[in-house]
T-cell receptor
Framework: DAGVIQSPRHEVTEMGQEVTLRCKPI?????LFWYRQTMMRGLELLIY????????DSGMPEDRFSAKMPNASFSTLKIQPSEPRDSAVYFC???????????FGPGTRLLVL | AQSVTQPDIHITVSEGASLELRCNYS??????LFWYVQSPGQGLQLLLK??????LVQGIKGFEAEFKRSQSSFNLRKPSVHWSDAAEYFC???????????FGSGTRLSIRP
């Protein structure tokens, strides 16, 4: 199994630009999670989906952030417009369900100038 | 409020010495408990997890953790550390593996030659 796949691995953009992060969960997993990691705030959950439906988006920082999961094998996290304080590593994770481990992708390192 | 506390920000131990990383949780009921490791520039890898049953949990890479309900703790241990164990270690808790995980702030482990 290829594991959780995230793209791009690195993204550098200018303030005000739209940023789209992509995630392909492990095949057969029905839960998908987006996390953000910063030095100041550590690891924090942004949103998670069960069976493609958003369950908890209370961690999404503001309306500039949106996430979609159009099918079981793909999810996006979009930031529009981006700001320097959005610079962080964004992780996607997937899980096979109850009592199953969450597997993390390698992360996307985002730098907003 | 639910929380996970790792009181040690940074620990340095000598190679071959024993290790214990502390973790305390605050949850309404006994949560699922996890330890993850993150090497520099990498994603998170699960070391071990506790759902129920035996309170001493064995994980990968020679790590183990003990769940102590009376102390609300889930400390990670290794009898003899190797230089390759240098990394950031995160304790985490969740109501279930398919729900949001709350991470501790992490403990950075350095190994003294």
């Amino acid at each position: 199994d290829a594991g959780v796949i995230q793209s791009p691995r690195h993204e550098v953009t200018e303030m005000g630009q739209e940023v789209t992060l992509r995630c392909k969960p492990i095949s057969g997993h029905n839960s998908l999670f987006w996390y953000r990691q910063t030095m100041m705030r550590g690891l924090e959950l942004l949103i998670y989906f069960n069976n493609n439906v958003p369950i908890d988006d209370s961690g999404m920082p503001e309306d500039r952030f949106s996430a979609k999961m159009p099918n079981a094998s793909f999810s996006t996290l979009k930031i529009q417009p981006s700001e320097p304080r959005d610079s962080a590593v964004y992780f996607c994770a997937s899980s096979g369900g109850e009592r199953e481990t969450q597997y993390f992708g390698p992360g996307t390192r985002l730098l907003v100038l | 409020a639910q929380s996970v506390t790792q009181p040690d920000i940074h620990i340095t131990v000598s190679e071959g010495a024993s290790l214990e990383l502390r973790c305390n949780y605050s949850y309404g009921a006994t949560p699922y408990l996890f330890w993850y490791v993150q090497s520099p520039g990498q994603g998170l890898q699960l070391l071990l997890k506790y759902f129920s049953g035996d309170t001493l949990v064995q994980g990968i890479k020679g790590f183990e953790a003990e769940f102590k309900r009376s102390q609300s703790s889930f400390n990670l241990r290794k009898p003899s550390v190797h230089w390759s164990d240098a990394a950031e270690y995160f304790c985490a808790a969740a109501r279930s593996s398919a729900s949001k995980i709350i991470f501790g702030s992490g403990t950075r482990l350095s190994i003294r030659p």
